[in-house]
């Protein structure tokens, strides 16, 4: 008599693809470290008034994170290739969740300080880490797909962690704007470890100390005075001295690592054209889009006497125009190439932005609404496009450099943001009306926003896109691309 057995299934035994792990790992990473960005500026008040201190006392939370990620991120292309990615993904992400927890618990101004700086620390290894994986593990065409989905956290992040943060402040604690990170972020590190394959290094060339001294200290203080600047004034001690001492260790460290031979940062990658003029609109180009989402909760709050509800609410249709763009986007990408994609989408911005100038105190809601969503519309068009052709030409060796020197532009571009938009209310407002810039001023600061978009815009429109088009049809040009094609739960991608 034969009996049947019935095959005993676990879910340890299931493991699927890692063309599916390694997006989802992506996803939750920069959901919660772009998240985590956003929503600690609502608990700023809560905090003063725990700690018995001003908010302006509290700058010191804000800035310390930022300088810190900067002076990390030159470190992790080198640790990719010397750990290899999960082993450096997972471990930066668990720093962070760590720190995310003790910020929390700090009892004083200085523990929450320096906890933040760990917290910075750890989020300039995870944004290169995770995407060298992602860029490792997809080919150019496969990321303008993959990247449609990609950006739903990168908007919706941004978006919601200030409702989020106005509604943990309100009902619990400023404490869980920090410990909001753990129910997110724990499953993250469980599902790595569970189904993330191992993802061999290679022999990576000597530590360069001197280059990771030089470059930390150089990005390090040039992201504080920018940070700074607005704050304390530009013609402050501390601001010009950390600028000018910014920009020696820069060029210290670029004149360095161009003459060693295993360099920390592998600034020959800007040789490349393709590299070198994406990461230039980069630069430019996210001034006028995240100078505009700073500059737009300040007008209503300030100029409007809004609430921080409906400050909330009125940004927030952003985040559904650039999701319906970048749909459009990546079906166009292999058809038009990025330049036209890109081009257009900041000559929208800068359209938009004039739109915003017009706005007065009598300027409706739904006004705005309307207009922030013509800016996601318009600000879909730039954000994909810049980032995959950025890679189209690079080798696949040099994914993890390429991947951590993009970062480091689009860090310097987020700080250039604020720091654009609070210096141009700072000259457009009387001395008389200092504490409180009127809506001249707000205006003012568009049209700076406006023509930053139309030059940046000026210039896309000459980028060459050719090899770009190529990679992500499969043309020959990409062949310089071995991608790696992770077909099973085993293979290794650097």
Same mark, same amino acid.
Request: positive net charge; aromatic residues 8%; hydrophobic residues 55%.
């Given at each position: ?35 985590? /960005? ?72 200085? $523990? ?11 989020? /300039? ?32 992040? +941004? ?103 295993? +360099? ?20 430019? /180009?996210?001034? +006028? ?6 500059? /737009? ?99 696949? $060796? ?68 050719? +090899? ?27």
């Amino acid at each position: 008599m034969l009996l049947y057995r019935r095959p005993r299934l676990s879910f340890f035994s299931f493991r699927p693809g890692q063309r599916l792990v390694v997006p989802i790992m992506c996803v939750s990473v920069t959901f919660i470290a772009i998240a985590d /960005g956003a929503i600690t500026t609502v608990a700023l008040p809560s905090i003063a008034r725990q700690f018995h201190l001003t908010t302006a006392a509290l700058d010191g939370v804000v800035v310390v994170y930022p300088v810190c990620l900067a002076m990390a991120i030159p470190a992790s292309a080198w640790l990719v290739e010397r750990c290899g990615a999960k082993r450096v993904l997972l471990t930066a992400l668990v720093a962070f969740l760590g720190s995310s927890l003790l910020c929390g618990a700090a009892a004083d101004l200085t $523990q929450l300080v320096a906890f933040r700086a760990a917290q910075g620390l750890s989020a /300039g290894v995870l944004f290169p880490a995770s995407a060298a994986l992602l860029f490792a593990t997809f080919d150019s065409g496969e990321q303008v797909r993959i990247s449609r989905y990609m950006i739903v956290p990168q908007q919706i992040a +941004p978006a919601a962690a200030p409702i989020l943060g106005g509604l943990l402040v309100d009902n619990l604690s400023w404490r869980w704007v920090f410990y909001v990170n753990l129910p997110v972020g724990l499953p993250a590190v469980l599902f790595g470890v569970l189904f993330l394959a191992r993802h061999q290094g290679h022999r990576a060339g000597r530590f360069d100390l001197t280059g990771l001294l030089l470059s930390a200290a150089a990005l390090g203080s040039l992201m504080f005075g920018i940070c700074e600047g607005p704050n304390r004034g530009w013609s402050s001690a501390a601001v010009l001295t950390t600028l000018v001492l910014g920009a020696a260790l820069l060029a210290a460290a670029v004149a360095f690592e161009l003459r060693t031979t295993e +360099p920390l940062l592998k600034l020959r990658l800007f040789a490349d054209r393709l590299f070198r003029d994406t990461n230039l609109i980069n630069l430019v /180009g996210l001034v +006028p889009i995240l100078g505009a989402m700073y500059l /737009g909760p300040l007008f209503l709050q300030q100029a409007q006497g809004r609430s921080a509800l409906e400050s909330g609410t009125s940004t927030f249709p952003e985040a559904f125009g650039v999701l319906l763009t970048v749909q459009v986007a990546g079906v166009l990408y292999t058809r038009v190439g990025p330049r036209i994609i890109v081009g257009c989408g900041l000559a929208g911005v800068s359209g938009v932005l004039l739109l915003f100038a017009t706005c007065d105190q009598d300027t409706g809601l739904w006004t705005f609404r309307v207009y922030m969503f013509l800016l996601g519309i318009a600000m879909g068009g730039v954000f994909m496009p810049t980032t995959v052709a950025s890679l189209a030409t690079i080798a696949r $060796q040099d994914l993890a450099q390429a991947s951590m020197l993009n970062t480091v532009v689009r860090q310097t571009g987020g700080a250039l943001a604020p720091a654009v938009v609070t210096t141009a209310l700072v000259l457009s407002t009387p001395a008389a009306a200092a504490a409180t810039p009127p809506v001249a001023a707000y205006q003012h600061a568009y049209l700076v926003l406006a023509a930053i978009a139309a030059v940046t815009s000026a210039f896309a429109f000459t980028l060459r896109d050719a +090899p770009a088009r190529a990679a992500a049809g499969g043309g020959t040009k990409a062949s310089n691309r071995t991608p790696a094609r992770a077909r099973s739960g085993k293979e290794s991608v650097h």
